[in-house]
């Protein structure tokens, strides 16, 4: 595979299903952005060491239901607007996606 398609549009516009159904189709892997933030709100609500996981397993994940709870919604929220931790989760995709074959959304 030598491509990657980014697909980003308005809250609730239909890109995670859109994007994952696309992946499927295309036998590519499937990355939700906002999972990110979700998982790492999880772990900081939780007081989990912060550096102490691996995004690996986000991969070909969509609508985790224990990560859309109001508490972890409201903390991604808040940690997606610190610029420290938009920079570490754009380079983790940056890293997972160097493979190439990913739909990401975002
Ligand atoms: N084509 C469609 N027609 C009607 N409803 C849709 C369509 N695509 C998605 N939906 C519904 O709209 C809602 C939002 O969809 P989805 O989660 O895919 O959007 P999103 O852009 O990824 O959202 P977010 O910005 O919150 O991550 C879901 O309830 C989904 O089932
Ligand atoms: N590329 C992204 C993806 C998500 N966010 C923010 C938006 C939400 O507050 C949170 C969780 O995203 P969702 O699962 O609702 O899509 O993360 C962002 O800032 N940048």
Do not use: P, W
Request: hydrophobic share 35%; glycine share 6%.
């Amino acid at each position: 595979m030598t491509f990657n398609i980014a697909i980003d549009g308005l809250t609730a516009s239909g890109k995670t299903s859109i994007g994952y159904s696309l992946a499927k189709r295309l036998n590519f892997n499937f990355i939700d952005s906002g999972l990110f933030y979700r998982y790492l709100a999880y772990y900081n609500i939780n007081s989990t060491n912060f550096n102490q996981h691996t995004y690996d397993n986000l991969i070909n994940c969509s609508n985790l239901s224990a990560f859309y709870s109001l508490d972890i919604s409201q903390k991604a929220s808040e940690l997606s607007k610190d610029k420290e931790i938009r920079t570490l989760i754009n380079q983790e995709i940056k890293k997972l996606t160097k493979k190439k074959g990913f739909v990401v959304v975002g």
